[in-house]
């Protein structure tokens, strides 16, 4: 069974960078076929699917985010993590990390608990 725990910092500031890891357990990220994604989800907001690192290093983003958000893996440590630059309140969410089979986006096979991040002075 996979399983999927984000860490980082719980508060950034405007202009910052927020930076955030998943670490993989029960499973290789270099397994075949799998996506490994970052969401979010605002207060009062649905989920927002930010972007995803394949299974070969591949590198997907949502189109929205593409400019400032970049995701990258460790595999000696079985970890990928997200980076979002110059943040505002906006950005506020519980960010979640989540994996799928043979496909970055859509319905996920497992998630994260999800890490509360806010964006804050």
């Known amino acids: 069974q996979v399983q999927l725990q984000e860490s980082g910092p719980g508060l950034v500031k405007p202009s910052q960078t927020l930076s955030l890891t998943c670490t993989v357990s029960?499973?290789?990220?270099?397994?075949?076929?799998?996506?490994w994604s970052w969401i979010r989800q605002p207060p009062g907001k649905g989920l927002e699917w930010m972007g995803a690192?394949?299974?070969?290093?591949?590198?997907y983003y949502s189109p929205s985010l593409k400019s400032h958000t970049s995701i990258s893996r460790d595999t000696s440590k079985n970890q990928f993590s997200l980076q979002l630059s110059s943040v505002t309140p906006e950005d506020t969410a519980v960010y979640y990390c989540?994996?799928?089979?043979?496909?970055?986006?859509?319905?996920?096979?497992?998630w994260g608990q999800g890490t509360q991040v806010t964006v804050s002075s």
């Open positions: 690192i394949a299974y070969d290093g591949s590198t």
């Open positions: 029960g499973g290789s990220i270099t397994t075949s076929y799998y996506y």
């Open positions: 989540a994996a799928a089979i043979l496909r970055a986006t859509g319905t996920f096979d497992y």
